[in-house]
């Protein structure tokens, strides 16, 4: 293994560390850390702007999915369809397990860039890498021109 291979794993492990201290220290810095390792390294290293891209996917993914179970619970509150002491539980629970399943994702995802492979999130909603492979498509179009 060459220094530049290890070089190449220690960033590509670097966004899923980011995002893992992110939690932390404030969950906002979850998903932010590694969306500015995937600017810095666009260009530079592909594969690991890939893994920072995928690493910002799954941190927003995990702040929409609690977001969208305290909506379900407080739409359930207003037409008095839970009770609020039950909503509050279930909520925690909900948390909790979300971030169980993104802490273990996290994990996976740092295994598998020490390794030098990306790896696929299953509750991820992808939306910051549809966008950017969007945009990467049109600015590929406009170097044709």
């Known amino acids: 293994m060459t220094s530049t ?10 966004a899923p560390l980011s995002s893992l201290a992110g939690i932390f220290i404030n969950p906002l810095a979850s998903t932010i850390t590694p969306f500015i390792l995937y600017f810095i390294f666009r ?10 891209l995928q690493t910002a ?3 927003f993914s995990t702040q929409l999915w609690i977001m969208l179970i305290s909506l379900a619970l407080m739409l359930g509150i207003s ?22 399943i993104f802490v273990v994702s996290l994990f996976f995802a740092l295994y598998q860039a020490l390794n030098g492979r990306t790896c696929k999130h299953l509750f991820s909603f992808k939306i910051a890498e549809r966008v950017f ?6 600015d590929k179009e406009e170097e044709k021109k």
Do not use: C, F
């Not at 839970?82 to 509050?88: E, G, H, Q, S, Y």
């Not at 492979?133 to 049109?138: P, T």
């Open 5 to 14: 291979d290890t070089t190449q794993r220690s960033y590509m492990a670097l």
């Open 43 to 52: 260009k530079s290293r592909p594969a690991v702007s890939k893994v920072a």
């Open 57 to 59: 996917d799954l941190a």
């Open 79 to 100: 037409l008095d369809l839970v009770v609020a002491n039950d909503a509050k539980q279930i909520m925690g629970q909900a948390t909790s397990i979300i971030l169980i």
């Open 133 to 138: 492979n969007l945009i990467n498509s049109h």
